[in-house]
């Protein structure tokens, strides 16, 4: 019997239509480990030429799906295409980066991408030419004799992306690239991502950062093996109910200051942050200054204090009332 | 690893060179040195395959390479060769280090170029033996480390007890029958026996059916150690 999407998507666009116009297609795709469901019948649709965040705490599932789009894991029920192709039929135009460092330290740049090259069976006179384009276009051409185990995370990590820009590559999984990076480095990554996005290449990010995921076209937020929202970033900020958020700095972080700043938090709880907390009020005008005194009053100084538009981590707090980064 | 490959090896061709042959008679000195660095050489060998590419295996799992390759269209068995060639390359490096050594303290062999081709082919079965040994730890011990140290230690044990590192003859007969069934020894026992002589091998490995044997378990541990590492390590879970 086939799927509801897949039928969805043949009467719509017709069957060759809808091949081509998703670059992947998961259609109520179930995971478990033995008696833990990690995916629960997820239904996912990609376009092709698209750029996909999947956000979501560690533990939420996003790892997991995008090893079954990666043809590294099974799925238990449920059906994956990938440009109308099997998983596994589509290797030749799916392109993985795993969370883990797997360039090999030993090797310099330009040797570990023409392990590759080799590996995708290009000659040596082909791979040569194309590695030294690769390691251009990810902006490590001068570094490319170096080995890299004196890369540091960033270059290493656009090292590890270039392994997926050979040629004939439609579709490129990225699992958390920016964890354990710098903000500059992060910031030049995320640049090398944007430029890789065009009409014939889609992207999936696998993230837990808000900021992240704020650079796709479309981000579906992911928690517990079910995606809980997927829309466009600006417009789950603008409907998630979330009009704008106090960020406070303060000199003392405890269940008290919390348990005080919860009163002025609409239905919800605060959200903690590294250096303070956040506050979720529809009159920030009004509250700000009783927030201040409140907080004078039982001796936790306020450092800073700014409102601010709502992260996607705020929309996630607000669905479900824990921090993206928690751990299940 | 590569002190458990080479350095160890080496040290040993030089302690047994010096130290294991100071009342033998001058006459027999040399072929015994021979004998050591043959010996030492298997040694090399087995640490190579049972503990270098398990150790491999897992780090390229730990580092995440595996998924990745898994990633890709690639076979199982391309991975496996890439894995094997290298192998081979790292294997005859550390064989001709340790024999070359064994050459610089004295050791002697007797060369003809039809003992000389046998002994290479009995050289490929031990190192396809180790490989298959090889590819079983790395398939089941996850950790780097465990599948070195699982490597290493089923090395030295195996070693001792088969007669790679033990005169054959002072082995009680249980494990004169295991030296016989366990291809590296019996292949080890039959390279000394074509290169030094039938009484340092300790028998005649040459027999009618001791080859086959040799060859045979020699190729099963090899298929073995495949079809699991190409089953289980690129099991989809």
């Not at chain 1, 001068?142 to 890369?151: I, W």
């Not at chain 1, 009009?243 to 903690?272: G, Q």
């Not at chain 1, 306020?302 to 409102?307: A, G, H, N, Q, S």
Request: some cysteine; proline content about 4%.
């Amino acid at each position: 019997m086939k799927s509801n999407i897949t039928n969805y998507n043949s009467i719509l666009y017709g069957r060759e239509q809808a091949i081509q116009t998703f670059a992947v297609l998961a259609d109520s795709v179930t995971k478990e480990y033995g008696k833990k469901e990690v995916l629960k019948k997820v239904n996912l649709k990609i376009n092709k030429g698209e750029f996909y965040a999947l956000m979501g705490p560690n533990g939420s599932g996003k790892t997991t799906l995008a090893s079954i789009l990666a043809s590294v894991k099974s799925l238990t029920s449920g059906k994956i295409e990938i440009f109308g192709k099997k998983p596994e039929d589509a290797k030749k135009i799916t392109g993985y980066v795993p969370q883990e460092n797997f360039s090999s330290p030993l090797l310099t740049g330009k040797e570990n991408l023409m392990y590759f090259a080799e590996l995708l069976g290009y000659k040596k006179s082909e791979a040569v030419e194309m590695v030294e384009e690769l390691l251009k276009k990810v902006g490590l051409w001068e570094d490319a004799n170096k080995r890299v185990s004196h890369y540091s995370g960033g270059m290493r990590k656009r090292l590890e992306v270039a392994t997926i820009l050979f040629p004939g590559l439609k579709l490129l999984i990225l699992d958390e690239p920016t964890t354990g990076l710098d903000p500059s480095a992060r910031r030049k990554f995320l640049g090398l991502v944007q430029e890789l996005r065009n009409k014939e290449t889609t992207i999936l990010l696998i993230t837990h950062i808000g900021a992240d995921a704020d650079l796709a076209s479309r981000v579906g937020l992911i928690d517990r093996g079910v995606i809980i929202a997927e829309d466009q970033p600006e417009k789950l900020k603008r409907n998630s109910g979330l009009e704008n958020v106090v960020n406070i700095e303060t000199s003392i972080k405890n269940n008290k200051v919390a348990s005080l700043l919860s009163e002025f938090s609409e239905k919800m709880k605060v959200l903690e942050t590294e250096t303070g907390y956040r506050v979720f009020t529809e009159d920030v005008e009004r509250a700000t200054p009783k927030i201040v005194r409140s907080l004078d009053e039982i001796g936790c100084k306020v450092i800073r204090i700014e409102t601010v538009k709502p992260s996607l981590e705020d929309v996630f707090f607000k669905l479900t009332e824990r921090k993206v980064s928690e751990v299940d | 690893m590569l002190f458990w490959t080479i350095g160890w090896p080496i040290i040993w061709v030089l302690i047994g060179s010096f130290s294991f042959t100071g009342n033998a008679p001058p006459e027999i000195v040399a072929y015994t040195r021979g004998a050591i660095s043959i010996s030492m050489m298997v040694f090399g060998l087995m640490t190579a395959g049972m503990a270098n590419l398990p150790g491999n295996i897992a780090q390229d799992r730990e580092r995440g390479l595996l998924t990745k390759i898994m990633s890709m269209p690639i076979s199982p068995w391309r991975d496996f060769t890439g894995r094997i060639l290298a192998l081979l390359a790292f294997s005859v490096l550390s064989a001709m280090l340790v024999i070359a050594v064994g050459f610089a303290c004295g050791a002697r062999f007797f060369f003809t170029g039809i003992d000389f081709m046998a002994s290479l082919a009995f050289i490929l079965l031990i190192f396809v033996a180790s490989a298959g040994i090889g590819m079983l730890i790395g398939t089941f011990v996850k950790h780097v480390h465990g599948a070195i140290m699982s490597g290493v230690g089923l090395t030295v044990v195996s070693a001792a007890l088969s007669g790679v590192m033990t005169p054959y003859a002072y082995l009680p007969s249980v494990l004169q029958d295991f030296a016989r069934i366990y291809p590296i020894s019996s292949a080890n026992s039959a390279i000394t026996y074509l290169l030094v002589g039938e009484e340092y091998a300790g028998y005649n490995p040459l027999s009618t059916s001791q080859p086959f044997l040799t060859a045979l378990v020699a190729l099963l541990l090899f298929v073995l150690g495949l079809i699991t590492y190409s089953r289980f390590c690129w099991k989809k879970e």
